[in-house]
Nanobody, 120 residues
Framework: QVQLVESGGGVVQPGGSLRLSCARS????????MGWYRQAPGKQRELVAT???????NYTDSVKGRFTISRGNAKNTVYLQMNSLKPEDTAVYYC??????????????WGQGTQVAVSS
């Protein structure tokens, strides 16, 4: 049973920083991407950043230059360093892992979410 547990959310003033962590338990045969998504009130969930099995990263335009995604050496932890936070970054942030089973079928796991609020 794969579980993703996020931590690190909280309340921060504009311009501040937070570091989100996502710890995975349980094994996945093949991991394609690990990433972070967010959902603000009244809006659809959107991609924030992903990191591929090869280490390539992808960011949504609004966070480029401010957020950095990384992973632990064992590839069972993924981080999101968020700097220069803005009120529009306020959302619930979700960890996601996309991978595949031995059979080749796809798997898509989500964490429970962690709240980030940027407010003065």
């Amino acid at each position: 049973q794969v579980q993703l547990v996020e931590s690190g959310g909280g309340v921060v003033q504009p311009g501040g920083s937070l570091r989100l962590s996502c710890a995975r338990s349980g094994s996945i045969f093949g991991i394609n991407t690990m990433g972070w998504y967010r959902q603000a009130p009244g809006k659809q969930r959107e991609l924030v950043a992903t990191i591929s099995s090869g280490g390539s990263t992808n960011y949504t335009d609004s966070v480029k230059g401010r957020f950095t995604i990384s992973r632990g050496n064992a590839k069972n932890t993924v981080y999101l360093q968020m700097n220069s936070l803005k009120p529009e970054d306020t959302a619930v942030y979700y960890c996601n892992v996309k991978g595949r089973r031995v059979s080749g079928s796809k798997v898509d796991y989500w964490g429970q979410g962690t709240q980030v609020a940027v407010s003065s």
